[in-house]
């Protein structure tokens, strides 16, 4: 923030960063090498929904464009909505384990639409579901205002405990291949996001 | 890439802001002017006086600007929660923290049984923001009017608004203690004066007064620049969350929990009204008129008025989006 927006008291909508998300496939090899998480195939954005009439048309555009490869061969399972209890709304698009790069062109695409939109500030961020053997579950998630990505790896069967060894490790294996955020304060917890 | 935003800035509040702003700023240089004059004419002993108002002026704002965090909360007898104690207060501020790309500030409680929240702090990096047990508990907000306090918290800390008034206020610091300075000595310096210093017992009277009226003048400009970083803090929140039918329901029940507990308490909270969500105390006599002009806060209904607006905006077919620019 500039000096003049301080002084008038604004702020400017943050826009979102997209490209960094297309690290995520080489990065999901690279995961799998090292531990053993692979990709379960489901990822999510998750964005704040605007009130009024524009947004939700927009909304329902981008249903209607991840849906229409449905049932054709490489097009993947139904699209889902949900809103979380903190008012966010999660588009979460499942793929096959092996089809990261699909998965990645979906997102992409929920995020292009929106910021055409004009709602690029309003994407919090994305986030794709990884698994090992043992059902531990592990999380990537992309924080789209810094264009940065964490790791989120909650206990299991705890709903208030996170892995942090397990995500320091994560952070060190993919440190070369994406852009992890070094702030560790953002990281925050994204308890009950679905597709975990 | 090219940038795009739905939303044109507000310049009519720019405006208004800047002219608060540049009148602030011509008090002051007269002020200056003035005292300079008076010294140059004057023996030292005002300069004296002069110097110490401006050093204990100085120091006071300096200190209140950087213990500005821990000065509040112990005010408001607040205490930090960690994200395992309040999850779900935790939560709505890390995802507005995402959203708007700043820095989580740090999140405090204060047991205050009236419905409201502030945030300060020099610089997001120092800063708390605070809500009451009342807010929490007893004013039935909904999950989003909650975020929607919370958005117009964080938009004071991202408009480094504690810095703003700080600085905006040293001049009126500076002038109250040249009152009294001036005050003090012309009753006790009398005896102790020489010759050299016959038209001192002039002079002393007179920077009392003009001190007195920068002092006026200055407290009014600050509670009219107080009221409009209210407003861009509502706007401002309200951008973030998208979501400005949210923030006026909750305006509008603080509000009314305010009005509705007793008086005790509210004065034991007036001396930090300044960073407060709303009001905690009307000002009691004066027509509706001259409590506006010395509130810290716009009416409910300006602030009402403003959201309607970015309501309206938001309501707009977004054709395309980039004209808007």
Known sequence: ?196 | MATQTRYAPDRGLTVRMTATMFLLGLVFVAFVALIIGIMSAAHASIGAIVFIALVFGGGSAFVSLFFSDKIALAAAGAREVSPQEAPQLHGIVDRLCALADMPKPRVAIAPARMPNAFATGRNSKNSVLCVTEGLLRYSDLTQEELEGVLAHELSHVAHKDVQVMTYASLLAIVAGLLVRFAFYSELFGGGRRNSNDGNAALLIPLIMVASAVVYAISFLLIRLLSRYRELAADRSGALLTQNPSALMSALTKVSSGMSLIPTQDLRAAEPLNAFYFAPAMKLQGGGASLSALFSTHPSLEKRIEQLTKIQRELGQPGADPRSLR
């Open chain 1, 1 to 196: 923030m500039g000096i003049l927006d301080t002084l008038f008291g604004r702020t400017k909508p943050v826009q979102p960063k997209l490209d960094d998300l297309f690290g995520l496939p080489s990065a999901a090899v690279q995961l799998e090498a090292a531990t053993g998480f692979k990709p379960t195939g489901s990822g999510s954005v998750s964005f704040r929904a605007a009130e009024g009439r524009p947004f939700a048309d927009i909304q329902k555009e981008v249903l209607e464009l991840l849906d229409m490869d449905n049932g054709k061969p490489g097009g993947g399972l139904p699209v889902e909505v949900t809103k979380d209890s903190y008012g966010y709304t999660w588009i979460v698009s499942n793929h096959l384990s092996d089809e990261m790069d699909a998965l990645v062109t979906d997102l992409h695409a929920v995020n292009t639409a929106l910021v055409d939109g004009g709602f690029g500030p309003q994407l919090l961020c994305t986030l794709v579901a990884f698994s090992d053997d043992s059902h531990r579950r592990l999380s990537l998630v992309y924080l789209y205002k810094r264009g940065t990505f964490y790791p989120f790896a909650p206990l299991p069967g705890r709903s208030d405990r996170r892995d942090n060894a397990l995500e320091l490790q994560v952070k060190g294996i993919l440190g070369e291949d994406l852009k992890i955020e070094q702030d560790l304060a953002r990281w925050f917890p994204v308890w009950g996001a679905p597709g975990l």
